[in-house]
């Protein structure tokens, strides 16, 4: 049987295809304040600004491409049984061809019904305020936004659980419960952070080996390692 590996992604992982990460010097998401986009109270009181917000995100990714490091993580499926958890709502991993990718807060490319969250639909051009589905429901973007539940954090926990390797990458590892995955993994799990400015992780469960470099970089110093010790 394969061995585990989970990879824990950030923002971080998608910077080098050219998309945003959120906490850049500003502070400030493309100009904006994260709680006037990524919140319901942010989507009451300006419906549509947070609609535009998301279609000019939507549109940016249509023009991007995975990058090396999604193609390195699509490669360790050779080797191992993975499993990707994203905080990125982008679809750059599936798209590279992972297998198994769980989207902790949603997905940019869906909406769903603001009637009933189990309507969900893939999307791809904008969203408009009068759009509606076969029921009458009114759509948002399928996104977690800050104060929601995180409703694939139970699904993604028992992987965390029974992981041999865990790859944290290109996260600040500040938004929680996304943070807290680590503190899941079993002592004897190794776990890798990647990141280009990694921030300090307190205790975790396991032995965690901090590697300071972007994404691509850091995924491929220590790719010959995991395919050997597969
Ligand atoms: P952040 O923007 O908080 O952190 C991005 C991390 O990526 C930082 O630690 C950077 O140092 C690192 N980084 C930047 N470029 C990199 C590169 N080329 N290679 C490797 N690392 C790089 O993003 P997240 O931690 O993903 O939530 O943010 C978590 C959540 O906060 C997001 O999912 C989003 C946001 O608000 C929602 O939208 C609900």
């Known amino acids: 049987m394969q061995k585990k590996l989970v990879v824990l992604s950030g923002a971080g992982m998608s910077a080098e295809s050219g998309i945003k ?14 709680m006037e986009v990524a ?23 249509l023009t991007c491409l995975p990058n090396e490091a999604h193609m390195l993580l699509t490669d360790l499926e050779d080797y191992y ?8 709502v982008d679809d750059l991993h ?16 869906k909406v769903r019904s603001e009637q009933n969250e189990e309507f969900v639909y893939p999307w791809t051009k904008d969203l408009l305020d009068n759009d509606i589905n076969e029921q009458g429901h009114t ?9 929601e539940m995180v409703p694939e954090l139970e699904n993604a926990i028992p992987l965390v659980e029974e992981a ?15 943070a807290s995955l680590i503190s899941y993994a079993k002592p004897t799990a190794q776990a890798y952070y990647i990141d280009l400015n990694p ?32």
């Open 39 to 61: 919140s319901p109270e942010g989507w009451k009181k300006n419906k549509q600004l947070v609609l535009q917000f998301y279609n000019d995100r939507r549109r940016q990714l």
């Open 139 to 147: 759509l948002r973007p399928h996104i977690v936004w800050f104060g």
């Open 94 to 109: 599936e798209r590279a061809g992972s297998t198994n990718v769980l989207h902790l807060h949603g997905e940019l490319l």
């Open 199 to 230: 921030a300090p992780i307190k205790q975790t469960p396991c032995d965690i080996k901090v590697i300071a470099m972007k994404a691509s970089s850091g995924i491929q110093s220590i790719i010959e390692e995991l395919k050997t010790n597969s």
């Open 81 to 88: 049984d993975v499993t990707i958890i994203t905080q990125n």
């Open 21 to 34: 990460t959120f906490r850049d010097a500003d502070g400030l998401w493309e100009g904006h304040d994260v």
């Open 164 to 178: 041999d390797i865990i790859i944290i990458v290109g996260t600040s590892m500040q938004v929680y419960p996304a």
